[in-house]
């Protein structure tokens, strides 16, 4: 295949990186292509817009996940990137709808809100009996937001931002790309656009300032608070940690989970040593005696788990 290629073709924009002529050379196909490529077994699609993409999976007839990337996906150009949560998604058959993003521009851009918005109208997300829009920080915007094209939708967002436009936010300090974008578009508010969704579903850490006021500001019926204690803007991560991440995103997709079920299982992190870090940056200072005790509990909670796990493997 090398020999069909120019020497323009072959040669990067920085001596550093590889051309994408040269990562399809170099790196294995990634698996959503394994999937759609003329001779896979899967049907979809890949639509290349100037500053995003679409990668649509159709699985189950009835289920569809619509996904969001968040920042740190903006500068990967490997050809085996992936939509934010796709293997998760493919593992439980979801068809699924995965927006990628070449900006840090919180989709403030006419061509995803048009795209989006003729998929609604054309009757696109009308197949699915279930949809659920879902990702995390700038991602989690975007599943608020756009949730509102889809009436009825569900949405899981973690650590999400309602938006960066500063005659709303004007305390929000983060994202200085994303603030200068135009937010008189369309779809720029989330605590405007939930009122038509199903449940909504926010996790995020009360002790971290900004994230908790984004979560102050979505108030309904249908919102759902779901506390993520010293995760800081981490939440995913935290429950992923924790063994938590599988089971909580399929009881939200699927819209079963209730608090009282999420802070059971959320008490397995009293034995995380990324909590009590977290107590202790929070609390050191002025709490010292809460954050000691803190302490003291976390090492006898550890000790206990290793005498279990040696007695069980004993037997």
Known sequence: MAADLSKDQLKPDHPDRKTGYERILTDPAPPWFVELYPGGTGTGFLQKLERHAILFHQRSASKLVVSFDNIGNVNDLSFAREPWGWKFFRDEGWSHLGVLARTKAWFRDPEIITYLQDKADEGFFDRFDQVVFAGASMGGFGALTFSGLVPGATVVAFNPQTTLDER??????????????????????????????????????????????????????????????????????????????????????????????????????????????????????????????????????????AEADAASEAQ
């Open 168 to 305: 709303l936010v004007p305390w929000e300090t983060r994202y200085g790309f994303g603030r200068v974008q135009d937010w008189d578009l369309p779809l720029g508010d989330a605590a405007e656009t939930i009122a038509t969704a199903g449940r909504v579903y926010v996790l995020y850490d009360p002790f971290f300032d900004l994230d908790r006021q984004h979560a102050n500001r979505l108030q309904g019926d249908n919102v759902v608070l779901l506390k993520t204690w010293f995760s800081n803007h981490f939440a995913a991560p935290m429950l992923r940690k924790l063994d938590m991440l599988k089971p909580v995103m399929l009881g939200a997709m699927d819209g079963s989970l209730c608090e009282a079920d999420y802070y059971r299982m959320l008490r397995v992190r009293r034995r995380l040593p990324w909590y009590i870090r977290g107590i202790e940056s929070v609390c050191g200072e002025r709490h010292p005696k809460l954050a000691r005790l803190a302490r003291q509990r976390f090492r006898a909670l550890r000790r206990q788990q």
